[in-house]
């Protein structure tokens, strides 16, 4: 059997997870800075557009990615400005803001609906792009899918390998004691939320410059910042497990394309809704892992007691039950 | 912190006139004409006799659901959900009404009250099942409401183009018209029904008992300001999360039924029409306060029915009315916290 099929299925699920991967990325940066940004959802959605008539206008779509980080970059300086200048919550302004910035989108981008604009294309690895299976799937792929792997590996390293990671991460576990320890808290925070920001504004210019190519209302890219939000709690907060959950949920949009014709019978929405139930059942099953009540329960077993780690993982501090204490 | 402390009037006129600079701004940068813009909206909401029976008939299904929100916020939950809600709603209607239409098992009347019930059950399950995720399953009401939007939506979208097709073609323009006999009485023979206004100022008017006047507002109320201590007073904040959202998901999953009874008259996509997430706008704009959401819901209700005649007149996106009502939503918050309220309350 060769393997032209598996290399494009594994191609499409990358394909597929590249904005997932960096909308997640940089929803991790701010949370472990301690900002919880609602506002991806739109962030997401007034990136992409900014970025395809960015790239229509210049005809570069580099320029359309810098101009969709930017924008994200300036979504997420509205929040910080909220949040860090004038105290506000930053739950029901990142939730204002999400829905904002969705209708602005569609405003502002009225005229670009339906046109035609460049696109990032394919980019070809000299003498990798060859190799059986990752040659097609990663090295003769839109860059989109190398970018976004990249940027897993250097989130990682900046979080967890540089000091400037480290201030970033204590910041978000304990703001007080941050603050004795010299470090600028707000400073820190309204960097973070930018850096996260502009992240999440690649992740637009992504959808529409390369995945889901152009602008229309609707884009085709709605929910993908929630389910980018909904990744970030599944992935405990680290990169690499954040990326294998936006790689799952990318694997269930292909596989609901695959079995489309597999099975013509199910209807086409049924697949473009699955990933939001599997979002909720993902988000019920993790909770309630890491519910005190469970891992009581669980160490009492014999043999899988010893698997239980004795602390609950995942939240910051900053974070932690931000949620569930309300707005 | 800047300013001292400003009356409310005044800081009202304050953000009203910012969120006009900011809205203007935004128009003038997406290349039209900003003052006829504004003028073409105004003119589309308010300008004739038409206008305003669109404007009161949109009334109606927000002033509904911003009914519903304030008994959830008055627990802190922010439930999103309301659009499945409301989809929900009009599918329960629609189904009982599909049950009974052939068969003439009820009078007509019977059975269009017997849909609204049927609504207000759907709508009630489905804010229930985000309720119960966040009770007993630790997952938030803004994720589980949001993934159970786009769920409600897809199964509308499943029966329009499957089960509840029209017969021959199924398409995207809606289930097949209900009879004549099985609508809300219309009012002046416009497609708009007295009875969605009358039902959602009676709603209106029950949440400002509920949260007001009993003894399970007052419970509501102990819960949101603290769950903890409520739960040492046996007050069980759970059930009570639980009644809020059930409550809430009825009055929404009846607007849902007002909307197929009383207006399009069929199961259309996105029937729900984006009025759930303007409401939770507006309960913002209003504070949460009851006393200021029935303005509120007018004035976004102008701005949503306005917004229709931008297309047509000058070819601009009709999502400016969300804009605009974004925009008043973030000024408020930023005046609250530059101007805190004078008065016993205090600041925000």
């Known amino acids: 059997m060769s393997l032209d099929y598996p290399a494009a299925l594994l191609g499409a699920v990358l394909f597929a997870a590249a904005p997932l991967i960096l909308a997640a990325l940089g929803e991790t940066i701010s949370e472990r800075g301690g900002v919880i940004n609602l506002s991806m959802d739109g962030t997401v959605l007034l990136a992409a557009m900014v970025a395809f008539a960015a790239a229509r206008a210049s005809g570069d779509p580099y320029a359309g990615l810098a101009a969709g980080a930017a924008a994200g970059a300036a979504v997420a300086g509205v929040l910080a400005f909220f949040g860090a200048a004038l105290g506000a919550s930053e739950l029901a302004v990142g939730f204002v803001l999400t829905l904002f910035c969705r209708e602005l989108a569609y405003f502002v981008g009225h005229g670009q609906a339906r046109q035609p604009g460049p696109d990032l294309g394919v980019f070809s690895v000299p003498g990798l792009s060859d190799l059986p299976l990752v040659g097609p799937a990663l090295f003769r792929q839109s860059p989109v899918v190398l970018l976004s792997l990249l940027a897993v590996a250097a989130v990682w390293f900046f979080l967890m390998r540089t000091r400037a990671g480290l201030v970033l991460r204590a910041v978000g576990e304990s703001p007080g004691a941050a603050a004795a320890r010299g470090i600028a808290v707000a400073r820190v925070r309204v960097l973070c939320c930018l850096a996260g920001g502009a992240l999440a504004g690649c992740a637009g210019a992504f959808y529409s410059l390369a995945v889901k190519p152009g602008w229309g209302h609707p884009q085709g890219c709605e929910g993908a910042g929630w389910i980018a939000l909904a990744i970030v709690i599944f992935g405990g907060w680290k990169p690499a497990r954040v990326a294998f959950g936006a790689l799952f949920f990318a694997a269930i949009q292909v596989a609901g394309i695959a079995l489309q014709d597999v099975l013509p019978g199910l209807s086409g929405t049924l697949f473009q809704i699955a990933p939001f139930p599997v979002m909720i059942a993902t988000l019920l099953v993790v909770n309630l892992r890491r519910s005190a009540a469970f891992r009581e329960a669980a160490r009492r077993l014999p043999l899988l007691g010893r698997l239980m780690p004795r602390t609950a993982g995942g939240a910051p501090g900053a974070v932690a039950g931000a949620l569930d204490r309300g707005f | ?40 909206m105004a003119k589309g909401g308010l300008g004739s006799r038409t206008a305003l029976l669109r404007t009161l008939s949109a009334l ?30 009009a599918v329960f209607g ?6 009974v239409d052939p068969a003439g098992a009820l009078p007509p009347d019977a059975a269009v009250a017997g849909s609204l019930v049927a609504a ?16 007993h399953g630790r997952v938030h009401e803004i994720f589980s409401g949001l993934g159970l939007n786009f769920v409600a939506m897809g199964i509308s979208l499943w029966l329009i183009l499957g089960p509840w097709k029209r017969p021959g073609m199924a398409s995207m323009s809606g289930t097949e018209p209900l009879a004549n006999a099985l609508w809300l009485p219309a009012l002046f ?16 008017g029950f949440a400002v008992w509920l949260l007001g006047r009993t003894f399970f507002g007052l419970t509501l109320s102990a819960v949101r300001q603290n769950a903890m201590a409520a739960e040492r007073l046996g007050l069980r904040p759970k059930r009570r999360m639980l009644a809020a959202m059930g409550i809430c998901g009825a009055l929404a999953g009846l607007c849902g039924g007002v909307l197929v009874t009383g207006l399009y008259h069929r199961l259309i996509p996105s029937i729900s029409g984006n009025y759930g997430y303007t409401a939770i706008l507006a309960v913002l704009l209003a504070s949460g306060s009851l006393p200021f959401l029935p303005l509120a819901c007018l004035f976004f209700a102008v701005l949503t029915v306005g917004s229709i005649q931008l297309p047509l007149e000058l070819s601009l996106d009709s999502s400016l009315a969300g804009v605009i009502q974004g925009v008043l939503v973030l000024t408020l918050f930023a005046a609250r916290r530059l101007w805190p309220a004078a008065g016993p309350k205090g600041g925000a």
């Open chain 2, 189 to 204: 023979g416009r497609p708009m029904s007295l009875w969605g206004l009358i039902l959602a100022l009676a709603a209106y």
């Open chain 2, 120 to 135: 207000m059950a759907g709508g009630a399950a489905w804010a229930l099942i985000a309720g119960v995720l966040r009770t």
């Open chain 2, 1 to 40: 912190m800047i300013a001292g402390r400003a009356a409310p009037l005044v800081r009202a006129a304050l953000v009203l006139a910012l969120a006009l600079g900011v809205t203007l701004a935004i128009v003038f940068a997406a290349g039209a004409p900003p003052f006829d813009t504004l003028a073409v």
């Open chain 2, 60 to 89: 109606a299904p927000l002033l509904l659901c911003g009914s519903a929100l304030c008994v959830t916020f008055a627990v802190n939950l922010w439930n999103i959900g309301v659009e499945g809600q409301i989809t929900m709603g």
């Open chain 2, 94 to 99: 629609l189904s009982l009404l599909r049950a």
